[in-house]
C-alpha cells in the first residue's frame, strides 16, 4: 500500500485524521487551538506530531509536499446550532487553508465543514462561502467539487450531515466520483448492549450513573421489571418535533455539543404539557404557547461519554481528556464522525492511486455496498 501522507489542519479530537489513518495514510504534524483536544490527540496518538497553535500563527516544518491536507476549519460561526454569523471571524479561519495550500501544495485538500455554507454568503464579495472557497481553491491551481452528505449512509448511526469539499493539484482522475452512500445505518449496534449493561468492559470515558436530575423531566422511582429494555431518550430541546424516546432500529439525529440524550428505564412514558410560562423558571419566550415534551420513568440517565463517541464511530480505546464534562463534550460533538471520514479517505486514496497509474477511477468500495 503506498504511504501517502496526511498534513491537518483543525485536527480537532481527531476524527477526521483517524479516519484517514485507517485507510494506510501516514500523519506529517498538524495543528489545533484546542489545549484538551490536543492533550487527547497526543495522548491516543503522539506521531501525529500535533502542536498547540493558532492556525493563523503556523507554518509546517515539512521537507516533502504532503500528499493531503486536512481541514476541518470551525463551523460555529456557520451552524444552524449557532449564531449564523456572516461576520463571525472564524469563518474567514479557510482562508488560512488557501494560505497553506499555496505553501506546501498538496495533491489533494479535504476540508469539511456544515452544509449551510450552502447559503451563508461573505460580507465582502456577496457570495456563498461554498462559492467563495471553491473560487478561492480554484485560483491556487486546484479542480474542486463538493457536496453535502448525511452520515447514516456512510456506517455512521446518525442523520448528521456534512459539507465536503475536495480539491485536486490539476485536475482529477477520468470517471472520478464523490463517496456514494449505501444504506441507512441505526444506533442498535453501537448501544445497545451497552444500554442493557451488558458489556462489562472497562471502558474509557464511560461510568453510567442513574442520578438524572431535572426539573423537566422525572425519575419516579417506581418499582418495575429489571428486564424491561433500557430505551434512549432525548432530554434536552423538549420543544422540538419528534417523539423523544427513540428506537434502536434507527439512526439518531445529529449528535452535536448542546443537546442532551440519555436513557429512561421502567415505565417509560412521554408526554407534551403546556409550561406555566409566569412561575416556572428558564422561560425564554413567556409569550410562546407550545407545548413541551417531558419524560418520565423509573429511572433515567444520560449517555456516558463513550456512548456519545460510539455514535461518531470512535473506537473504544480513544480515550478523551478534559478538566470537565463541558470539555469533552465539545471533543465528541465537533468531530468528524470516523466512520464517514474513514469513507472519504477511500475516495482520496482510489483518486490518488487512479491518478499514479493512469488508470481510470474506481470506487470499489461504493460497488461492494451495491452488492448488499
Not at 21 to 40: D, K
Not at 139 to 159: E, L
Amino acid at each position: 500500500m503506498t504511504p501517502y501522507t496526511v498534513l491537518s489542519l483543525f485536527t480537532g479530537a481527531g476524527g477526521l485524521d483517524l479516519g484517514f489513518e485507517q485507510t494506510g495514510f501516514h500523519h506529517l504534524e498538524g495543528v489545533e487551538l484546542n489545549p484538551w483536544a490536543v492533550r487527547s490527540v497526543q495522548l491516543n496518538r503522539p506521531a501525529w506530531g500535533i502542536q498547540e497553535a493558532d492556525v493563523r500563527e503556523y507554518a509546517p516544518s515539512l521537507a516533502d509536499a504532503p500528499d493531503v491536507l486536512l481541514a476541518g476549519f470551525p463551523c460555529q460561526g456557520f451552524s444552524l446550532g449557532g449564531h449564523r454569523d456572516e461576520n463571525d471571524e472564524r469563518n474567514t479561519l479557510y482562508r488560512e487553508v488557501i494560505r497553506l495550500a499555496r505553501q506546501v501544495r498538496p495533491r489533494v485538500i479535504v476540508i469539511e465543514n456544515v452544509l449551510n455554507l450552502r447559503t451563508m454568503t461573505t460580507p465582502d464579495t456577496g457570495r456563498p462561502f461554498a462559492a467563495q472557497i471553491a473560487a478561492e481553491l480554484e485560483d491556487a491551481g486546484y479542480s474542486v467539487c463538493f457536496d453535502v452528505f448525511r452520515v447514516s449512509g456512510f456506517g455512521v448511526p446518525q442523520t448528521r450531515r456534512r459539507f465536503i469539499f475536495l480539491a485536486f493539484l490539476g485536475g482529477w482522475p477520468a470517471g472520478f466520483q464523490m463517496p456514494q452512500p449505501g444504506r441507512e445505518t441505526n444506533i442498535r449496534l453501537s448501544l445497545y448492549e451497552l444500554a442493557q449493561g451488558h458489556e462489562t468492559a472497562d471502558l474509557p470515558n464511560h461510568a453510567p450513573a442513574w442520578n438524572f436530575q431535572s426539573a423537566v423531566h422525572q425519575a419516579t422511582k417506581e418499582a418495575f421489571d429489571p428486564a424491561e429494555e433500557v430505551v434512549p431518550v432525548r432530554f434536552s430541546r423538549t420543544a422540538s418535533d419528534g417523539h423523544p424516546v427513540r428506537s434502536f432500529d434507527e439512526p439518531f439525529p445529529a449528535v452535536d455539543t448542546a443537546t442532551v440524550w440519555g436513557w429512561a428505564q421502567g415505565n417509560v412514558k412521554a408526554a407534551r404539557f403546556a409550561k406555566d410560562r409566569a412561575t416556572e423558571k428558564f422561560i425564554r419566550n413567556p409569550d410562546a404557547n407550545v407545548t413541551l415534551w417531558r419524560v418520565s420513568a423509573s429511572r433515567l440517565r444520560t449517555f456516558t461519554h463513550r456512548e456519545y463517541a460510539r455514535l461518531q464511530t470512535f473506537p473504544d480505546d480513544w480515550v478523551f481528556l478534559g478538566q470537565n464534562r463541558r470539555d469533552i463534550q465539545m471533543q465528541i460533538g465537533n468531530a468528524v464522525p470516523v466512520e464517514f471520514a474513514r469513507r472519504v479517505a477511500v475516495t482520496v486514496r482510489q483518486a490518488l492511486e487512479a491518478l499514479d497509474s493512469g488508470r481510470p477511477f474506481v470506487d470499489s468500495e461504493a460497488q461492494m455496498v451495491s452488492l448488499f
